[in-house]
């Protein structure tokens, strides 16, 4: 079955950068794949996600700020993020969509002075 396997959290003043990275082990280049997050106290929401044909979709709070990226050959997907603000804050979560829904198991961005 499909792993997923994040990297890239960490700790990140205001205005920062991180890069998170995901690969999909037995991945496919059809599938769906994305970021969500889930901050405390409130629901997991979609950060951004990708379609193998490059189609890319992203919540209105990130837009202009994070770029997700994917190498269909590799099966990973990427996610850049520009000028952290606190409230980005969050975990971080793969997810992956081909007939089933997979998900890593999160990484940590703190945007904190």
């Known amino acids: 079955q499909v792993q997923l396997v994040e990297s890239g959290g960490g700790l990140v003043q205001p205005g920062g950068s991180l890069r998170l990275s995901c690969v999909a082990s037995?991945?496919?280049?059809?599938?769906?794949m994305g970021w969500y997050r889930q901050a405390p106290g409130k629901q997991r929401e979609l950060v951004a996600h990708?379609?193998?044909?490059?189609?890319?979709n992203y919540a209105d709070s990130v837009k202009g700020r994070f770029t997700i990226s994917r190498d269909n050959a590799k099966n990973t997907v990427d996610l850049q993020m520009n000028d952290l603000k606190p409230e980005d804050t969050a975990v971080y979560y793969c997810?992956?969509?081909?007939?089933?829904?997979?998900w890593g198991q999160g990484t940590q961005v703190t945007v904190s002075s």
């Open positions: 997810w992956y969509n081909w007939g089933r829904e997979y």
């Open positions: 990708i379609l193998g044909g490059g189609f890319t």
């Open positions: 037995g991945g496919s280049s059809m599938s769906i």
